[in-house]
């Protein structure tokens, strides 16, 4: 069974520095991962996708990476503003079958 | 435009009753999806559905079932409620199947049975 986990549990850093949110997964075989946010009280929005045979993703500030073979992924967040304060979440979909999963999420707090 | 919308956002109910979650998007997706939070904030897929497949999440109890009137809707129905049911749960849409693509998520409908 897929096992998803996330670290750290949560970050607090001082505005405009450069972060780095870890993900790791248990089976290798996956199709894809993906990276969202998620802001109190409200749904999930997809920050960038990754298929299982790229190795980056990148959308403005952020950039994700996947190494499938050793089961992790990193979200590299350039120059934080306090507007990217939210829980940060990954998933990976199996190669085969119908199963997405989620890890535990990184509470990120982006000081002023 | 809201492009996944749920309906009610906030759902409070008795133990034992039977009660519907709504869920609609507009953007011309194939594949809709359930998944519940629970208090650890921890989320976990339920359903997902297009107009060929229903796949079904083992440990969701029967008592939960997905119904699609149409593919812009994908309606959630619970029946004899329990306290462990306490969540709150999200619809998402996507245009592929099987977790392919993107997934869009709606705002959420929190769940409380008391």
């Known amino acids: 069974k897929q096992e998803v986990t996330q670290i750290p549990a949560a970050l607090s850093v001082p505005e405009g520095e450069n972060l780095v949110l870890n993900c790791s997964f248990t089976d290798s075989a996956i199709y894809n991962l993906q990276w969202f946010r998620q802001d109190p009280g409200k749904g999930l929005t997809s920050l960038l996708l990754?298929?299982?045979?790229?190795r980056e993703q990148t959308s403005g500030r952020l950039n994700a990476s996947l190494d499938k073979s050793s089961g992790r992924s990193t979200l590299y967040i350039a120059a934080s503003q306090p507007g990217d304060s939210a829980t940060y979440l990954c998933?990976?979909?199996?190669?085969?079958?119908?199963?997405?999963?989620f890890g535990t999420g990184t509470s990120l707090t982006v000081i002023p | 435009d809201t492009a996944v919308s749920q309906t009610p956002k906030y759902l409070v109910t008795q133990m034992g009753n039977d009660k519907s979650i709504k869920c609609e998007q507009n953007?011309?997706?194939?594949?809709m999806y359930w998944y519940k939070q629970d208090s650890k904030k921890f989320l976990k897929i339920m359903f997902s559905y297009n107009n060929k497949e229903l796949i079904i999440n083992e440990t969701v109890p029967n008592r939960f079932s997905p119904k699609s009137p149409d593919k812009a809707h994908l309606n959630l129905h619970i029946n004899s409620l329990e306290l462990g049911d306490s969540a709150v749960y999200f619809c998402?849409?996507?245009?592929?199947?099987?977790?392919?693509?993107?997934?869009?998520f709606g705002p959420g409908t929190r769940l409380t049975v008391l």
């Open positions: 953007l011309g997706h194939d594949t």
């Open positions: 998402a849409s996507s245009q592929g199947t099987g977790f392919t693509d993107t997934q869009y």
């Open positions: 990754i298929q299982s045979s790229q």
């Open positions: 998933a990976v979909s199996k190669l085969t079958g119908n199963q997405f999963y």
